[in-house]
C-alpha cells in the first residue's frame, strides 16, 4: 500500500509540475482578447464554433499529433523501463526514479503540445478558457499515457 501511495504521490506531482509549466507562458494574455472570439469559442466544447478549427494548425490538429506522439512513445519508453529495471528488483526506489525519468519524457511531449496551443491561442487572439479547454485534453491524454508506465513500475515493484 505504501508502494502504491509513493507512486501515486511522484506521478500527481510530475502532473501538476507539467500543467503549471505547460501554462506559465499563458497567464497574461492581452487584455480584450476575449471579446475577439467571444461567442462560440468559449462554449463548453472547444471545437464548437472555435475560430481556430478553421485554421492550418488548429487546436485539434495539435491535440491530435501530441496524442499520437504520446501514444507511440509509451511502448518503447516502457521497454526502455523494463531493460532498465532489470537486476533492481525489490529497490522501489530506484525503480520509481527510473519509472519517473520515463514519464518526464512523456511531460516533455506534452508540454510541448501545450506549448504549441498557447502560441495559437495568441495568433489567433483566442481567449484563455478556449486554450485550456484543449490544453486540458492533451493533459487527459498524457495522463492516460503516463499510468501505463506506472503500471508497468507497479508490476514491477510489488512482488
Keep these: 500500500m505504501q508502494k502504491k501511495l509513493i507512486v501515486l504521490g511522484l506521478c500527481l506531482m ?12 499563458t497567464t497574461a494574455p492581452a487584455g480584450g482578447s476575449s471579446a475577439a ?6 462554449g463548453d466544447s472547444p471545437a464548437a464554433g472555435d475560430s481556430s478549427a478553421s485554421v492550418a494548425g488548429s487546436y ?7 496524442s499520437q506522439q504520446l501514444k507511440d512513445a509509451v511502448p518503447g ?7 532498465e529495471a532489470a ?8 525503480l520509481a526514479s527510473i519509472s519517473n525519468d520515463k514519464i518526464e519524457e512523456l511531460a516533455k511531449i506534452s508540454n510541448d503540445g501545450i506549448q504549441e496551443m498557447a502560441r ?4 489567433n487572439g483566442d481567449d484563455q478558457e478556449t ?4 490544453a486540458q485534453k492533451l493533459m487527459d491524454v498524457y495522463m492516460d499515457e503516463a499510468q501505463k508506465i506506472t503500471d508497468a513500475y507497479m508490476e514491477s515493484a510489488t512482488p
Design 77 to 83: 519508453l516502457i521497454e526502455e523501463y523494463k531493460a
Design 14 to 25: 510530475l502532473a501538476l509540475s507539467t500543467a503549471a509549466c505547460g501554462t506559465a507562458g
Design 37 to 42: 472570439g467571444d461567442g462560440a469559442a468559449s
Design 60 to 66: 485539434q490538429d495539435i491535440l491530435d499529433d501530441y
Design 87 to 94: 537486476g533492481h528488483e525489490g529497490d522501489i526506489n530506484t
Design 120 to 123: 495559437l491561442m495568441f495568433k
Design 131 to 134: 486554450y485550456e479547454d484543449w
